[in-house]
């Protein structure tokens, strides 16, 4: 399956901002997670959601102000940000992983990625 994420831009500090990521396949098959990488740091978890929509996860720095939502006819998973920070500042990727109870958040358990799309957050 290919993943292009789209949506992301400048916001200010305290906005809002919705990114997506389109599937060229169905993703009903998948589990489905967001994950950010921002300079010189490492590329960090930041939520994930079953192939139903039945279980989500989130990063402990995003809990309460980040949403993840699909919609599986629409082939597209969806991240909403409020609240956002400047240390929210990175590159948004999509990834798909194999559909089951548990969500994972290590990147070694995603096996589709996408090219990601900047998010910037000026204070």
């Known amino acids: 399956v290919q993943l292009v994420e789209s949506g992301g831009g400048l916001v200010q500090a305290g906005g809002s901002l919705r990114v997506s990521c389109i599937a060229s396949?169905?993703?009903?098959?998948?589990?489905m997670g967001w994950f950010r990488q921002a300079p010189g740091k490492d590329r960090e978890f930041v939520a994930a959601i079953t192939w139903n929509s039945g279980r989500t996860m989130y990063g402990d720095s995003v809990k309460g102000r980040f949403t993840i939502s699909r919609d599986n006819a629409k082939k597209t998973v969806y991240l909403q940000m409020t609240g956002l920070k400047a240390e929210d500042t990175a590159v948004y990727y999509c990834?798909?992983?194999?559909?089951?109870?548990?969500?994972?958040?290590?990147?070694?358990?995603?096996?589709?990625w996408g090219q990601g799309t900047q998010v910037t957050v000026s204070s």
């Open positions: 396949g169905r993703i009903s098959d998948y589990n």
């Open positions: 990834a798909s992983a194999i559909s089951e109870l548990r969500l994972r958040v290590g990147l070694g358990d995603y096996d589709y």
